[in-house]
């Protein structure tokens, strides 16, 4: 009969050892899970961060290279600048719009689609998408303190893929 009971005590022992166990291993579990899913997400957002500050380094190198060519034709004589300036790549143009709406080279681009036209005849560099058209990219042209021109810079969208180059993400980027 001792026996018995030893026997009986050291089963539900190990029962409830084994169930302390299972529980302690079901907890751990969920918190590695939390842990996991935290990491990812902070790795994630880092990425994101990363690749935001890439983009946008790469958006103020392309505006700053047509502020450098908006400086050119603002210091060119009258009228010299007309033959334009060909964009150096494939599903790109450049051109420049007069005040009145008009083109002096380039194609005629539509102010309702590209918000960043209007702002920069206010003086401001701009970005604007169109999903149909691409990626504008505009600066003034001054004559003294005055806007005359806006110069424009128009990607295809798989034209600045390539260009900004986002091979990250096994070339989702793209």
């Known amino acids: 009969m001792k026996n018995n009971q030893r026997k009986n005590r050291g089963f539900w022992l190990i029962c409830v050892f084994v169930l302390i166990f299972l529980t302690v291993v079901v907890l751990m579990q969920y918190r590695m899970h939390d842990l996991l899913k935290s990491h990812i997400e902070e790795q994630v957002s880092m990425q994101g961060s990363t690749l935001s500050r890439v983009v946008g380094g790469k ?4 505006l700053d290279e047509l502020e450098a060519i908006a400086l050119y034709i603002e210091h060119s004589e009258e009228d010299s600048h007309i033959w334009g300036i060909q964009a150096e790549q494939e599903q790109t143009e450049m051109g420049l719009i007069k005040l009145d709406g008009t083109t002096l080279w380039g194609s005629e681009l539509d102010f309702t689609k590209y918000k960043s036209i209007r702002n920069s005849f206010r003086g401001n560099r701009g970005v604007s998408y169109n999903e149909a058209e691409g990626i504008l990219f505009t600066v003034p042209v001054y004559h003294e303190n005055n806007v005359k021109y806006v110069l424009y810079k128009l990607y295809d ?18």
């Open 59 to 62: 958006f103020k190198s392309e």
């Open 157 to 174: 969208s798989s034209a600045l893929a390539k260009k900004i180059d986002l091979s990250c993400y096994g070339d989702g980027g793209e």
